[in-house]
C-alpha cells in the first residue's frame, strides 16, 4: 500500500477553508460554501478517472448533495465502498469534522487513478452531505439504492474526525470485543476492524475500541446488514490520564475543543494523527480492495 503524502491531503483542507472563508464561514447541508466542496471534490474524481454522480436530495427545505465516485473495473459483485461526510455544522468551516475524512478518502482515491490500480474488488468512494442534521445523505443513498445493488456492496469504510488536535487512535468496535457500547455489527465488520487494527499495529500505535453506535454515516449501512468499520480521533469526549499515557496529548481535555465550533479551521488538526489515518485507509482500501482471492 502506498504512503499517502500528507501535504496532498492538507492541500485539500486549504482549499476546503478557503471556500468556507469565501461563502459565509461555513461548508453546512443548503448553503454556497457545501455546493462549492461537492464540486470541488467531484472536478479531481473526474479528472482522475473515476465515474461520478451528484446524487441530489432535499432535506429541511434545501437541496443536498452526495459525491459518488466508481473506479472503473474490479467485481462489480463485489463492492468496496470508502465515505467521509463533507458537510460541516453552520457555526464554522468544519476542517477536522469532516473536512479531514473528506481529504483522507479523497487522496486515496486519487492514488488509485495516480497509481493506476486494477483492484479485484469495484471501489466506490462516497462524499455525503447533511450528515450533521441526522445522516441525511448517506440515509438518502440506502433508501434509494435497490436491494439487487445494495447486496453487492461487501463493506463499508467510514471516516468523521480524523486529525483532531489532541487525538486519540480509535477504531469502530464492529464486533464488539470490547464489551461495552453497541454492537456487534453485521458479520464482517470484525474483519474491517482487524485491517485496520493491523496498520496502526505495524507502525506501533497502539489503538482503542470506540462504540459501534452508529453515530456517522455507517448507521444506515449496518442498518441494512452491510458490514462496516472505520477509524476515529475523538470529538468532544475527555482525554483520560490513562489515554495521555498511552497516546500523549493533555488529559482532562477534548479530543477536539473546537468540535462544532467556528475555530474547527486549519489550524485545529493534528499533522501526525491526520497522516496515520490517511495511511491506515490507503492500507484498507488496497488491502481489501487488491485481495486474490477477493475476501
Ligand atoms: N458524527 C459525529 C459528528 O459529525 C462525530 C462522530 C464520529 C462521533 C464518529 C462519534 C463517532 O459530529
Ligand atoms: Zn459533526
Ligand atoms: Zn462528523
Ligand atoms: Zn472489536
Ligand atoms: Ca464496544
Redesign the pocket.
Known amino acids: 500500500p502506498p504512503d499517502i503524502p500528507l501535504a496532498n491531503v492538507k492541500a485539500h483542507l486549504a482549499q476546503f477553508q478557503s471556500i468556507a472563508n469565501a461563502n459565509g464561514g461555513t461548508r453546512a447541508h443548503g448553503r454556497p460554501g457545501y455546493l462549492a466542496s461537492a464540486n470541488y471534490v467531484k472536478g479531481l474524481l473526474d479528472a482522475a478517472g473515476y465515474t461520478t454522480t451528484l446524487q441530489s436530495f432535499t432535506y429541511n427545505g434545501a437541496t443536498g448533495y452526495n459525491v459518488i465516485a466508481d473506479w472503473p473495473g474490479g467485481n462489480p459483485d463485489d463492492i468496496l465502498m470508502v465515505g467521509a ?1 463533507l458537510d460541516s ?1 453552520t457555526a464554522g468551516p468544519g476542517i477536522n ?2 473536512g479531514s475524512g473528506s481529504a483522507a478518502i479523497l487522496e486515496s482515491a486519487l492514488e488509485v487513478s495516480r497509481q493506476a490500480l486494477q483492484p479485484t474488488k469495484h471501489l466506490r468512494f462516497a462524499w455525503w452531505g447533511a ?2 442534521l441526522g445522516l441525511r445523505g448517506s440515509q438518502f443513498y440506502i433508501n434509494n439504492l435497490p436491494a439487487a445493488e445494495r447486496a453487492r456492496i461487501k463493506g463499508y469504510l467510514n471516516f ?2 480524523v486529525g483532531s488536535p489532541n487525538a486519540g487512535y480509535f477504531i ?1 468496535d464492529g464486533d464488539n470485543s470490547d464489551g461495552t457500547g453497541a454492537g456487534p455489527g453485521p458479520a464482517g465488520s470484525a474483519a474491517l476492524e482487524q485491517t485496520l487494527q493491523s496498520y496502526f499495529t505495524s507502525i506501533g500505535v497502539p489503538t482503542r475500541g ?2 459501534f ?1 452508529g ?3 455507517y448507521g444506515p449501512f449496518i442498518a441494512v446488514g452491510i458490514p462496516a468499520g ?1 477509524t ?1 480521533t475523538g ?1 468532544e469526549g475527555i482525554k483520560s490520564s490513562a489515554q495521555a499515557a498511552l497516546w500523549g496529548g493533555t488529559a482532562g481535555q477534548a479530543f477536539d475543543v473546537c ?2 465550533r467556528a475555530c474547527d479551521t486549519t489550524a485545529n488538526i493534528n499533522d501526525t494523527a491526520l497522516d496515520r489515518n490517511a495511511d491506515a485507509i490507503a492500507h484498507a482500501v488496497w488491502t481489501i480492495g487488491t485481495a486474490v482471492p477477493p475476501v
Open positions: 461526510h455544522v469534522d469532516n450528515e450533521e468523521d474526525m469502530y470506540t462504540d453506535d453515530r456517522s454515516d472505520g476515529f470529538a468540535y462544532h
